[in-house]
Each structure stands twice: as C-alpha cells, then as structure tokens.
C-alpha cells in the first residue's frame, strides 16, 4: 500500500464518528410555579412570600416562577398558555404542626366539581380546586399538579406570618427546587414530608414575624 492509499483508509472512520455526534437536548418540561394566598390573612400569604424569595433565583429553561395571590382568573388565563406541570404554593390545613412543608401530589382522577369559572372570579380568595375547574371549563389542560404547602398558624386578619410559618420559607423554597430538580430528572416522585424543626428561631433570625 502506497502512503496516499494509506492516508485514505485511515481517513474512512471519518464519517462514523459524525454519525455518534451528541443528539441535541430535548424540549425542556414547561412547569409554572404559582405562589397563591391573601397577604391581608397572616398565613395565608405563605405561597405569596416564598417566590418572593424565588423570584431572584435559577431555574431551567421553561420554568417560570410567578405571585399570583389571590388572582384566580389570572392564574386560569395563564395555564391556558400550557404547561406540563403546575407546582402550587399555598397555605394548607392538614392537621399537622403549624410550619410543616409538604409535597403534595393532586391525582389526576380527583373531580374538583362547582362552578369554576365563578368562584375563580371571587376577589376576597384563592381557590385552586375553583381555578383548576375553570381551567377544565375553558378546554384547557395540565398534565400535573403539585402542592408545596405549609401548615397554617393563623389565618386572621394582620399582615405577616407567624414565627413558625415564616420560618418554614426557606425549606418551602428548598423543596420547590428540589420537585423542579426532580421534574426535570424524569423522576415520577415527589419529596415526602419536609419538616422545619426550628421554623420560631429562623423566622426571628431573619425578620420579625406575628406572634
């Protein structure tokens, strides 16, 4: 074999090391994190405050991070924008110790019945099942939905948390990262239970709260 035969067979691999070139990335999952609640209830402005506290931080391409308050036409209006994923944070009452952050998955199943479009347009509140209904209502659809929520201290009339609620901020902000992370993985999971162990010193430590 002459050097320029050579040159040639060597030069043939060429073409299959093109066809393994990385294949590009895949379209990102649209995920629409909504901070719902009443600033004007005390804890009931838990969701409000926690993507405040997102709001200047990263996340993938496709995730918007937005306060919607007490605004449920304008929270239906933007699911009808489509999305795969809406992550709920909101003040909840199970039961448990005031300043608990759960991940709660809503089943696809659930039938949230009512007039959605009617009580979505209620100004004094937020309700996510009514918003969800409206959404159904209007043709739209989202294909998940997750609540991040913390267990209610108190829910009358004062602006500002209570110490235990405000102090659960922070691991409510964690774990909305961490369901994004997840989303993002393609894991069908979600965080458990995340518990606050010290939310009445993290809460002083950082701002002052209600007592």
């Not at 379209?27 to 609640?37: C, E, F, K, P």
């Not at 005390?42 to 506290?53: A, I, L």
């Amino acid at each position: 074999m002459n050097p320029t035969d050579e040159a040639t067979s060597r030069a043939r691999p060429a073409p299959e090391a093109t066809s393994r070139a990385r294949p590009a990335p895949e379209a990102t999952s649209r995920v629409l994190v909504a901070g719902v609640g009443n600033i004007f209830l005390s804890d009931d402005g838990f969701g409000v405050e926690v993507v405040g506290r997102l709001a200047g931080e990263s996340f993938p391409a496709g995730v918007k991070v937005a306060d919607f308050g007490i605004r449920g036409v304008h929270l239906a209006y933007e699911l009808l924008e489509g999305y795969d994923t809406l992550v709920l944070v909101d003040a909840v009452s199970r039961g448990d110790t005031p300043g608990t952050v759960s991940v709660i998955e809503h089943s696809p199943g659930d039938s949230f019945g009512g007039d959605g479009v009617l009580a979505a347009m209620d100004a004094h509140g937020m309700d996510p099942a009514a918003v969800l209904a409206m959404v159904d209502d209007m043709g739209g659809h989202v294909g998940r939905v997750l609540v991040v929520g913390c267990e209610v201290g108190r829910v009358d009339e004062g602006i500002g948390l209570s110490c235990e609620v405000a102090g659960a901020v922070p691991s409510a902000a964690m774990a909305v990262h961490e369901v994004i992370a997840s989303i993002a993985a393609g894991r069908p999971g979600v965080a458990a239970d995340v518990q606050n162990d010290n939310a009445p010193s993290a809460a002083r430590d950082e701002k002052e709260c209600l007592q």
